[in-house]
């Protein structure tokens, strides 16, 4: 499965129905907009393989921007706003793309690429400028959008929905949230996220991309109930893990008039019934409530 391919999937997507919220608090990043193309190292590499053309590819992306920008604030804080910005986000996505596929290509660096060279530096460095991170995943290095980023760049520009799911995503990705489909974050900390979710749904219920926030709410409910392949919900002999029992617990105690927490509260009492082991009730309430499995599936690292 390609590394970016739970983001791109959502790029496909667009905003097509209008939506009205009440202003929010704004998220802890920092408000100002980035400078477009920000002093820094040039753009241009000498490596003397596939990383020399990733410059290339960036050429014309910041005027690209500015102009989405501009369209963007001239019908502020509206759906035609939001719609200017995921149109722009489809294309950055597609340049993600060709960018990776370059270090794909660059098997005799990849391996600098994720320590600390000079050419990972300045790799670093011209991505950053242009919106993007260098990430990676099982020792693979890929481009990956900067969410906070495109959060300040557009601030005041798209509607209160949108700019709050771009806050919220840009929280998430500042903590890896899978490596090698083991959990990165704590149990609690994930139960927090499909709640915080949930809570978005409810409070912009006409949010025009929500497919988009439907997909991160069913990722964390879904690894939350079923696991990973490394970071089991059960264990071996089929016991519910003694960890992810005290958070089902706390999720119950703290939030419990939550869909989520209700859900939980459902399993807890199955799984009391039965000696806190997997059965097919479980199986059964799950598929009820349309929790797929995230067992076999390579979930999104960030």
Same mark, same amino acid.
């Given at each position: 499965m390609n590394r970016a391919s739970p983001?791109?999937?959502?790029?496909?997507?667009?905003?097509?129905?209008?939506?009205?919220g009440a202003n929010v608090p704004k998220d802890s990043i920092q408000s100002r907009a980035p400078e477009l193309a920000a002093l820094g190292a040039p753009d241009s590499f000498s490596t003397g393989g596939p990383l020399d053309g990733i410059p290339s590819l960036l050429v014309g992306l910041d005027s690209q921007s500015e102009a989405v920008r501009q369209q963007a604030r001239a019908v502020a804080a509206t759906?035609?706003?939001?719609?200017?910005?995921?149109?722009f986000r489809n294309r950055f996505l597609k340049t993600g793309e060709h960018i990776t596929d370059r270090l794909d290509q660059a098997t005799s660096v990849q391996s600098t690429v994720l320590e600390d060279t000079s050419t990972s530096r300045q790799l670093t460095a011209l991505l950053a400028r242009h919106g993007f991170a260098l990430a990676y995943t099982e020792g693979n290095a890929y481009a990956d959008e900067d969410i906070a980023y495109w959060s300040r760049f557009f601030d005041g520009a798209l509607t209160p929905a949108m700019q709050r799911y771009l806050g919220l995503r +840009?929280?998430?990705?500042? /903590?890896r949230f899978s490596?090698?489909?083991?959990?990165?974050i704590?149990?609690?900390?994930? +139960?927090?996220?499909?709640? /915080?979710w949930e809570q978005f749904a409810d409070s912009y219920p006409d949010f025009a991309w929500k497919d988009a926030s439907q997909f991160w709410y069913n990722t964390y409910l879904s690894t939350y109930l079923t696991g990973m392949d490394n970071s089991r919900v059960f264990s071996d002999s089929g016991t519910l893990e003694p960890e992810v029992r005290t958070s089902y617990e706390h999720l119950v105690g703290r939030y419990p008039q939550t869909r989520t927490a209700q859900l939980v509260a459902q399993c807890l009492t199955l799984l009391k019934q039965n000696g806190y082991r997997r059965s097919a009730a479980i199986d059964s309430l799950l598929r009820q409530g349309h929790v797929t499995s995230m067992l076999g599936v390579q979930p999104p690292t960030r």
């Open positions: 983001l791109l999937a959502l790029a496909l997507l667009t905003c097509g129905k209008g939506e009205r759906p035609r706003a939001d719609s200017f910005f995921l149109s +840009a929280a998430e990705q500042r /903590t490596e090698d489909a083991a959990l990165q704590s149990w609690d900390e994930l +139960a927090g996220r499909a709640v /915080t």
